[in-house]
C-alpha cells in the first residue's frame, strides 16, 4: 500500500515537508554540537594553564612564592589596548591593539601556533627581547611584513612572526583589536602601563593535581580573609563559563528561528496527512467491508506513516548536516578554526523531532481513518471527528510546546515563545478572515469574470484561504524583518548620532600632558577634557559588596570590576537631572556624588545613600545626591558616577577627551599617538565598523535559517491549495458545463494566487515594521520612519511566491476533461 500511495503521489509533499523541518532544527543542532565539542576537546588549553589568577594590579611575589613552594609551574601575562604605529614622517599609520606581554614558559598548557607558508606551525618559544609577534590581520591594516618595524609606546619592535591561534584567547568568539605579542622584559621599556592604565595580569599555574587545588584552596583563603579586589581565580569550569552561556544563548536563538520552520512545515504534515485521509476513506472503507478490523486499518497507517516518518528524518538529517556547512562557512571568523567534527547526538535528535512532529501533526487525521464505516462505500458521508481524535490535535499542540521547551532549554523562555506564536498565529489570522470579508464587498467592483470567480472561490473556502495566508505571511516576515527592515534600522541607528559627534576616544592622558594636548585639540571645537578616577565600589550605606550581593549577574559583574570615575563642578551637556539636584562644589560639607539612573537601578541605590568607593587604597563616601539621564547615542564622555571636586583633588587621575576628526586629517591621531606613546587613542567609527561586520555575518546566517521558513510557508500554501484540488476540479468541471471559458477559470486562479500572495505579503510587510517600530522605540531608543519599500517588497515577493506555490498545487485542475470530473464526483 505504501508503494502505491507513493507511485500515486500522495506521501511525496509529507516527505518534503518533514525533511525541511528536521533539516531547519538539525542544522543548527550539527553547528552548535561542534562548536562545543570544540569547547569541551580545548578545555584545558583555553586558560594555557590548569588554573589562573588574574588580577587589576601587578602580580604579588608572595603568590609566585607559595606556587614554587608546591612545586607548581609558573609563567605570567598582562594583557592591555594601546596603540602600534607603523611608518615615518607623513605615512605613520597607527592601529588600536591588545598587548600581551609573554614570561618564558608560556603557555604551559596547549601550544601557541605561528602562521609559516600557510600553515599552522605549534611552538614552545617567545619573542625575543625587541621583537614582536602579530595577528595576521595587523600586517594588512598597518601596511607591514615580517621584518617591518613597529612602535609601541617608547619602544620600537621588530615583527618576526604572524600569530595564528593562542590557547588562551579562547575557543569561541573573538575580540575586536589584533594581538601584538612581546616578551614580559621588554614592557618596562615601552613605558605605557602607568597610573590608570587598564592592564589585566593573569599568573599561570601548572603541575600536580593536588597541588593546584591546595594552591587554589589558599588564594581563595586569601582573597576572602585580606578582602582582595580586583582578583579572581580562573580555573577549567568557570574559565569556560561565559563562552558557554553565549554559545547557549545563541543555541537558544537560532534553535528559536528554526522553530518557526519547523511549525510551519509541521501545518503542512497536518495539512498533507488530511488530504491523505480524505482521499484514503473510501479504500479504508472497501479495507473493512473485506475483514479487516478498526485496530488492523490503524496499525496498518501507523506503520505506513513510521516507515515514511523514518525516511523522511533520516532525509532531514542529512540535508541539515550540509547546510550546518553554511553556517560555519558564514560565521567562520567568530568561531575557531578546526573544529572537531560532529557527534551522532544531533542526528538522533533531528530523528526524534521527525517521529514528533509526524506522530503530533499527523495523528489526527489518520485516527479519523479508524472510524470510517462499512456502508461508506455507499453513503459517501463523512462522521464528525470522535472525541479521542480532537484530542491528539492537543497533543500535537502540546508536543510543539514541548519541543520549544528542548530548544530552547528554559522553561520561561520556551512558554514565552510559545505564547508569542500562538497569539501571533491568532491575529494573524483574524487579520487575514478580515481582509477577506472586506474583499466580499469588492466583489462587483470590476465587471471581470475572472474577478468574481477569485473572490466567490475564496469566500468558499475560508478557512483554507486564512491558512495560506497567515503560513505564508510568517515565512515572508521573517526575511523582511532580517533583509529590508534590518537595513532601515541600521540607516536610522547611524542617522540618530549627531552630525558632529566625536569619532574619537583618548584615554591615559597624564595630568603632565593635558595642557598639551588641550593645546594641540583647539582646532577640533575645543573638546572637553575630564578627569577620569579609578575606584571600586565596595559599599553601599552597611552593606558590604561582595561578588554575590546581588542576584542580577550584570549587578555582580559591576561589583567586581573598577568604576571610571570623575569629577566636575558643572553638570556635563547632555546630561539631565532626573532625581535629586546637582551639587555645589563650594558649599558641599560632605562628598557629593551623582549617579546615572541606569546603574542606580541596576544596583538598588536610591537619593541620600552612600557609596563608599576604594580608590588605590584611600576610602572616598559619597552621598548621592542626584540621578543623570546621560545620552548614550551622542557618542561623547559619559560617566556612571561624578563626585564633586573637593572631594576628589587628592585622588590619582588620568584624563579622557572625546574628539571629531574630519576625513581630512585621519592622520592627525596618527602623529598624536607618535608624539605621545602612551596614549590610547580609540577610533569609534572604526569599532563600529568592525562590530557592524560581525553583526552582518550573524545576520547574513539568520536570514539562511529563515529560508527553511519561507520554505516552510510555501509548502503549508502548496498542501492548503494541494488539499483543495480534487473539489477545484468539481467545480471547474462544473462551471466550465455551465459555460465558462477554460481561460475564464485559469485567470480566475491566477487573480486568488495574486489576492493570497498580496494579502500574506501586505500583512508580513505590516507585522515586519510594527516589529521594527517596537525596536527602534523601545530597544535602540531613536526615531525611526516607515519605508513603503518593505510594503511593495512584501506584496511583490508574496504575489510571486504564491504564484509558484499555486502553480504547483494546481497546474491539474483545469487539465482533466469536465466530463469525467463530474462522472469521478
Given at each position: 500500500m505504501m508503494l502505491r500511495d507513493w507511485r500515486a503521489g500522495e506521501l511525496r509533499f509529507l516527505l518534503v515537508a518533514l525533511m525541511v523541518a528536521v533539516a531547519s532544527l538539525s542544522s543548527v543542532g550539527f553547528f552548535v554540537d561542534r562548536m562545543r565539542n570544540?569547547?569541551?576537546?580545548?578545555?584545558?588549553?583555553?586558560?594555557?594553564?590548569?588554573?589562573?589568577?588574574?588580577s587589576t594590579k601587578s602580580i604579588a611575589p608572595e603568590w609566585k612564592q607559595l606556587a614554587a613552594k608546591m612545586d607548581l609551574q609558573t609563567a605570567e601575562t598582562a594583557v592591555f589596548p594601546s596603540m602600534a604605529l607603523a611608518g615615518e614622517d607623513d605615512a605613520v599609520m597607527a592601529k588600536l591593539v591588545t598587548l600581551k606581554a609573554v614570561t618564558q614558559g608560556y603557555p604551559l598548557r596547549g601550544s601557541l601556533k605561528l602562521q609559516r607558508d600557510g600553515k599552522e606551525v605549534p611552538t614552545s618559544a617567545?619573542?625575543?627581547?625587541?621583537?614582536?609577534?602579530?595577528?595576521?590581520?595587523?600586517?594588512?591594516?598597518?601596511?607591514?611584513?615580517?621584518?617591518?618595524?613597529?612602535?609601541?609606546?617608547?619602544?620600537?619592535?621588530?615583527?618576526?612572526?604572524?600569530?595564528?591561534?593562542?590557547?588562551?584567547?579562547?575557543?569561541?568568539?573573538?575580540?575586536?583589536?589584533?594581538?601584538?605579542?612581546?616578551?614580559?622584559?621588554?614592557?618596562?621599556?615601552?613605558?605605557?602601563?602607568q597610573d590608570g592604565s587598564r592592564v589585566t595580569y593573569r599568573l599561570l599555574l601548572a603541575g600536580d593535581k593536588k597541588a593546584v587545588e591546595k594552591f587554589k584552596a589558599e588564594m581563595e583563603n586569601q582573597i576572602s580573609t585580606q578582602e582582595l579586589k580586583g582578583v579572581r581565580i580562573e580555573t577549567i569550569d568557570n574559565g569556560n563559563e561565559q563562552m558557554r552561556t553565549t554559545l547557549d544563548r545563541a543555541e537558544q536563538f537560532l534553535s528559536m528561528v528554526s522553530m518557526l520552520s519547523a511549525m510551519l512545515a509541521a501545518i503542512a504534515v497536518a495539512m498533507a496527512a488530511r488530504r491523505f485521509m480524505l482521499r484514503h476513506i473510501d479504500a479504508c472503507a472497501m479495507l473493512r467491508c473485506l475483514g479487516l478490523t478498526q485496530n488492523q486499518v490503524t496499525s496498518m497507517y501507523l506503520l505506513e506513516f513510521l516507515i515514511l516518518g523514518i525516511i523522511g528524518s533520516l532525509a532531514g538529517v542529512a540535508l541539515g548536516f550540509f547546510s550546518h556547512f553554511v553556517l560555519l562557512e558564514w560565521l567562520g571568523k567568530l568561531v575557531a578554526n578546526d573544529l572537531p567534527a560532529a557527534s551522532f547526538l544531533p542526528a538522533w535528535q533531528g530523528l526524534a523531532i521527525g517521529i514528533l512532529l509526524l506522530v503530533g501533526f499527523a495523528m489526527p487525521p489518520i485516527l479519523q481513518l479508524r472510524n470510517v464505516p462499512h456502508n461508506q462505500v455507499i453513503r459517501r458521508e463523512q462522521e464528525a471527528p470522535k472525541a479521542m481524535t480532537l484530542l491528539t490535535y492537543a497533543f500535537g499542540l502540546g508536543i510543539f510546546v514541548a519541543l520549544l521547551l528542548w530548544q530552547t532549554g528554559d522553561v520561561k523562555v520556551g512558554l514565552l515563545v510559545a505564547a508569542g506564536f500562538i497569539v501571533g498565529l491568532l491575529l494573524f489570522s483574524l487579520i487575514a478572515w478580515l481582509s477577506i470579508f472586506v474583499l466580499k464587498r469588492m466583489r462587483t467592483s470590476f465587471d471581470f469574470a475572472a474577478w468574481r470567480f477569485a473572490i466567490t472561490a475564496l469566500q468558499r473556502r475560508p478557512g483554507a484561504t486564512v491558512v495560506q495566508i497567515v503560513s505564508l505571511s510568517l515565512g515572508l516576515m521573517a526575511l523582511l524583518l532580517l533583509t529590508v527592515v534590518r537595513s532601515d534600522l541600521i540607516a536610522a541607528w547611524k542617522q540618530s548620532t549627531p552630525a558632529d559627534a566625536p569619532n574619537h576616544f583618548v584615554i591615559n592622558i597624564q595630568p603632565d600632558q593635558k595642557a598639551e594636548i588641550a593645546r594641540r585639540l583647539e582646532s577640533f571645537a575645543q573638546p572637553q577634557i575630564y578627569p577620569m578616577i579609578r575606584g571600586r565600589l565596595i559599599q553601599i550605606n552597611d552593606q558590604v559588596l561582595k561578588p554575590s550581593s546581588y542576584k542580577d549577574e550584570r549587578a555582580n559583574a559591576l561589583v567586581e570590576r573598577e568604576f571610571n570615575l570623575s569629577t566636575m563642578k558643572e553638570l556635563p551637556a547632555l546630561n539631565k537631572i532626573v532625581a535629586g539636584?546637582?551639587?555645589?562644589?563650594?558649599?558641599?560639607?560632605?562628598?557629593?556624588?551623582?549617579?546615572?539612573?541606569?546603574?542606580?537601578?541596576?544596583?538598588?541605590?536610591?537619593?541620600?545613600?552612600?557609596?563608599?568607593?576604594?580608590?588605590?587604597?584611600?576610602?572616598?563616601?559619597?552621598?548621592?545626591?542626584?540621578?543623570?539621564?546621560?545620552?548614550?547615542?551622542?557618542?561623547?564622555?559619559?560617566?556612571?558616577?561624578?563626585?564633586?571636586?573637593?572631594?576628589?583633588?587628592?585622588?590619582?587621575?588620568?584624563?579622557?577627551?572625546?574628539?571629531?576628526?574630519?576625513?581630512?586629517?585621519?592622520?592627525?591621531?596618527?602623529?598624536?599617538?607618535?608624539?605621545?606613546?602612551?596614549?590610547?587613542?580609540?577610533?569609534?567609527?572604526?569599532?563600529?565598523?568592525?562590530l557592524q561586520d560581525i553583526l552582518d555575518q550573524v545576520i547574513t546566517a539568520v536570514e539562511f535559517l529563515f529560508m527553511f521558513t519561507l520554505a516552510s510557508g510555501v509548502l503549508v500554501l502548496y498542501a492548503a491549495l494541494a488539499g483543495s484540488q480534487d473539489i477545484r476540479m468539481r467545480e471547474a468541471a462544473l462551471l466550465r458545463a455551465l459555460g465558462a471559458t477554460r481561460n475564464q477559470l485559469s485567470r480566475a486562479q491566477w487573480v486568488e494566487f495574486v489576492l493570497v500572495g498580496s494579502l500574506a505579503g501586505a500583512l508580513a510587510a505590516s507585522g515586519a515594521l510594527a516589529i521594527g517600530w517596537v525596536m527602534a522605540t523601545?530597544?535602540?531608543?531613536?526615531?525611526?520612519?516607515?519605508?513603503?519599500?518593505?510594503?511593495?517588497?512584501?506584496?511583490?515577493?508574496?504575489?510571486?511566491?504564491?504564484?509558484?506555490?499555486?502553480?504547483?498545487?494546481?497546474?491539474?485542475?483545469?487539465?482533466?476533461?469536465?466530463?469525467?470530473?463530474?462522472?469521478?464526483?
Open positions: 570544540g569547547l569541551n576537546r580545548d578545555a584545558h588549553q583555553v586558560l594555557g594553564a590548569d588554573l589562573l589568577v588574574v617567545i619573542p625575543s627581547p625587541g621583537t614582536a609577534w602579530v595577528d595576521p590581520a595587523l600586517l594588512g591594516s598597518l601596511k607591514i611584513k615580517i621584518g617591518s618595524k613597529i612602535n609601541l609606546g617608547e619602544q620600537q619592535f621588530t615583527v618576526t612572526e604572524s600569530i595564528a591561534a593562542e590557547p588562551d584567547r579562547g575557543s569561541g568568539f573573538l575580540g575586536f583589536s589584533p594581538r601584538v605579542m612581546i616578551a614580559e622584559q621588554d614592557l618596562a621599556a615601552t613605558k605605557l602601563v539636584n546637582w551639587y555645589d562644589d563650594a558649599t558641599a560639607s560632605e562628598p557629593e556624588a551623582s549617579i546615572e539612573e541606569g546603574l542606580a537601578k541596576t544596583l538598588k541605590v536610591q537619593l541620600g545613600d552612600h557609596m563608599l568607593f576604594d580608590i588605590a587604597g584611600q576610602k572616598v563616601s559619597a552621598k548621592v545626591t542626584s540621578l543623570r539621564k546621560l545620552d548614550w547615542g551622542s557618542m561623547r564622555v559619559n560617566f556612571f558616577v561624578v563626585i564633586n571636586p573637593k572631594a576628589m583633588q587628592n585622588m590619582p587621575q588620568t584624563f579622557i577627551t572625546a574628539f571629531r576628526v574630519p576625513d581630512d586629517k585621519k592622520q592627525f591621531t596618527n602623529q598624536l599617538t607618535q608624539e605621545f606613546p602612551n596614549l590610547t587613542v580609540m577610533d569609534v567609527g572604526a569599532m563600529l565598523k568592525q523601545f530597544a535602540f531608543k531613536f526615531a525611526w520612519t516607515f519605508s513603503p519599500v518593505v510594503i511593495g517588497a512584501g506584496v511583490i515577493v508574496g504575489a510571486a511566491c504564491a504564484l509558484i506555490g499555486g502553480w504547483l498545487g494546481l497546474r491539474n485542475v483545469l487539465s482533466q476533461p469536465p466530463l469525467m470530473s463530474l462522472r469521478n464526483s
